[in-house]
């Protein structure tokens, strides 16, 4: 599938701006992450893309629609990822994808959220700052912290170290995503 075959299908079923620009934070986040790994850009960024596609237009069918659409056009590793990325639906993560997804998806929301109630945005923003937050049961409460644990955990990374590496590639979209 083409990135623009991917944005088209985006845009055919989202249309808030809050959903496309999350849909665009995490599509930006797994491609650099595809890259630090030595994956297929274009499917990791295509997963970060679509991921939530479905969620607006059929909340309760979700991720169901969007993945039965990529299953019909022969994205399987895409699709699967997509529907393991909440670890409450009980799909194994057999792939570096599918733990990719689940460590950036809830966590790139969150650090957009900090940014949104800081006087400059991203600039400053610092993964102490984002972790004291993240302790913050109040803050962004609709983030759910286990998924934000269960993505490091499988992922295997440091959470130091994979909220500095999304803060970095946010702040180079930062206009893009309005989080200045």
Request: negative net charge; glycine residues 4%; aromatic residues 6%.
């Amino acid at each position: 599938m083409l990135k623009s075959e991917a944005k088209e299908i985006l845009e055919e079923m989202t249309k808030g701006d809050s959903l496309l620009r999350h849909a665009r934070s995490v599509e930006v986040v797994m491609e650099a992450y595809a890259s630090r790994y030595g994956e297929d850009t274009d499917e990791w960024a295509i997963t970060g893309m679509l991921h939530d596609a479905d969620y607006e237009a059929w909340p309760e069918e979700h991720p169901n629609r969007i993945v039965n659409l990529l299953r019909e056009k022969g994205e399987e590793k895409i699709a699967h990822a997509i529907s393991a990325h909440y670890t409450k639906w009980n799909v194994p993560y057999d792939t570096l994808l599918s733990k990719a997804l689940l460590a950036c998806d809830e966590l790139t929301g969150f650090i957009i959220a900090c940014c949104h109630v800081r006087p400059d945005g991203i600039n400053s923003l610092t993964p102490k700052s984002v972790k004291k937050k993240l302790k913050s049961k109040g803050f962004a409460a609709t983030v759910e912290r286990s998924e934000v644990q269960a993505g490091i955990e499988l992922l295997k990374v440091d959470l130091d170290e994979h909220i500095q590496f999304i803060i970095d590639v946010l702040k180079v979209h930062k206009e893009e995503l309005k989080i200045g």
